[in-house]
């Protein structure tokens, strides 16, 4: 059994990506208010909101489970797409490396948002990250909804 891969969905939205992406390039503490139910909060911990290399510190809860990711994000402009690396927090229990991506593409007057989750895990008995892959579903049709709202 390998203990690298990688689990991925895709499906639209209905705002613009560069609206989706926005938040996430430069408002990201806008994230639990869109969210409230997913994310509890999300600090800096070294740099700002808006720059590539930026630590941040996410609560959240899962299948009804408090958790905390702290990541170094990763932006990438010309392709709308953010990485978010995984330095510690819950999840590092189970995988020695998970990256969580958001990407989005313009289609219409909306997007398509592609979300994958690069990892390698621990042991050989751990699961793939599909419960992780489920929560970031949520969290963008959540902000799709929040962003539509505020048109």
């Known amino acids: 059994m ?5 689990v991925e969905t895709e499906f639209e939205i209905k705002v613009s990506a560069d609206k989706f992406y926005n938040v996430f390039r430069s408002q990201a503490h806008q994230v639990p208010n869109a969210t409230p139910d997913i994310i509890q909060g999300v600090d800096v911990h070294e740099g700002d909101w808006k720059t590539h290399g930026s630590v941040k510190i996410w609560k959240y809860t899962v299948e009804g489970n408090a958790e905390v990711f702290k990541e170094k994000v990763e932006f990438d402009d010309a392709n709308r797409k953010v990485s978010l690396v995984g ?14 991506i958001y990407q ?15 990892y390698e895990k621990l042991r050989e008995d751990v699961p793939a990250p599909d419960k992780y892959l489920t929560m970031m579903v949520n969290i ?4 799709d909804a929040h962003l539509v709202k505020a048109k």
């Open 2 to 6: 390998a203990l690298k891969g990688k």
């Open 87 to 100: 330095v510690e927090g819950d999840v590092m229990r189970y995988y020695k490396n998970i990256k969580p």
């Open 104 to 118: 989005v593409t313009p289609k219409g007057d909306g997007s398509v948002a592609k979300l994958s989750i690069e």
């Open 140 to 143: 963008t049709k959540d902000i």
